[in-house]
């Protein structure tokens, strides 16, 4: 009940193409939703994160959607960039305590 | 712009030996978190830890696993008798519970075990 699980595992896209990402929890006590990007050999960066009560957010050219209902939520890039080539995590706290992490998505943007 | 900051970045022992990971947590900053991610994998939580004791912690840390905030900026990890396993990066982070839930990362420590 504690997993996220997050798809697909890789992606390949076109530069100006908007790949997803897609994550699916069980804990319905999980209130906030971040996702990091993290670069070979670095630490994860938050970059946009979501509460359940929001059903989307944007920030540049990063957006959440989020349906309650379902226990789902996704990553959106827009306009993507080869700088956007990353491992993305989703993750999902309960009250702020620790972290449970999805199981990363490979994103390679092509010039 | 505050960072979470860590030492070594990289740590080779042997099998067997004890090591000891630092970080700097953001110095307003109230909860300290360690996790870990092996190669390819994805990030998971060790433990947690707030007013000088734990307050959750992992099956994967064990007892050969100590936390320690010796004084009032460094965070500690102590591996006992490190094993071949806890080879890994170990990333450190922090947040400030009760105006956010956001953890911030350091640039984590890669221990090597040989």
């Known amino acids: 009940q504690q997993q996220v699980k997050q798809s697909p595992q890789s992606l390949i896209v076109q530069k100006g193409g908007i790949p997803i990402i897609n994550c699916a929890y069980e804990n319905t006590a999980f209130d906030y939703f971040p996702w990091y990007q993290q670069f070979p050999g670095k630490g994860p960066a938050l970059l946009i994160a979501?509460?359940?009560?929001?059903s989307e957010k944007k920030e540049g050219r990063f957006t959440i959607s989020f349906n309650k209902s379902a226990k789902q939520f996704s990553l959106h890039i827009m306009d993507s960039q080869p700088g956007d080539s990353a491992t993305y995590f989703c993750a999902a706290t309960a009250a702020g305590n620790k972290l449970t992490f999805g199981g990363g998505t490979r994103v390679l943007v092509k010039p | 712009e505050p960072e979470v900051t860590q030492t070594p970045s990289h740590q080779v022992t042997q099998m067997g030996q004890e090591v000891i990971l630092r970080c700097v947590p953001i110095?307003?900053?109230?909860?300290f978190y360690w996790y870990r991610q092996i190669l390819g994998q994805k990030v998971e939580f060790l433990v947690s830890?707030?007013?000088?004791?734990?307050?959750?912690k992992s099956e994967i840390f064990d007892d050969q696993f100590s936390v320690e905030r010796p004084d009032g900026s460094n965070f500690t990890l102590k591996i006992r008798s490190t094993k071949l396993e806890d080879s890994a990066m170990y990333f450190c982070?922090?947040?400030?519970?009760?105006?956010?839930?956001?953890?911030?990362f350091g640039p984590g420590t890669r221990l090597t075990v040989t």
């Open positions: 110095s307003n900053h109230l909860y």
């Open positions: 830890f707030y007013n000088n004791e734990i307050s959750e």
């Open positions: 979501i509460r359940p009560d929001v």
């Open positions: 982070a922090s947040n400030n519970r009760g105006q956010t839930y956001e953890q911030y």
